[in-house]
């Protein structure tokens, strides 16, 4: 994913406000099963560790969850570095 390009994005979606920045990631999470697997694969967040919490969750929702926590990561270091 090109994180700098979704940071135009999202400072065109939202004006920049910052308050929403929680909403335009988790919008970027895969919601199907076979997109949530390649995903996984290709940011290794099958190697997200799993809680307590997470006992009986399906591995789908295991896997979004990790693949939110990875998106909010690169998508926050894209943003610091476009305001530098």
Do not use: C, R
């Amino acid at each position: 994913m090109n994180w700098k390009e979704e940071v135009k994005q999202f400072k065109k979606q939202y004006n920049g406000d910052e308050d929403y920045i929680h909403e335009y990631v988790d919008g970027l999470v895969p919601q199907y099963y076979n997109d949530i697997m390649h995903v996984a694969i290709e940011t290794k967040a099958y190697q997200y560790d799993i809680a307590a919490s997470h006992v009986d969750e399906p591995i789908w929702k295991v896997l979004q969850q990790a693949i939110f926590e990875i998106y909010q990561q690169e998508f926050s270091e894209a943003l610091l570095e476009e305001e530098e």
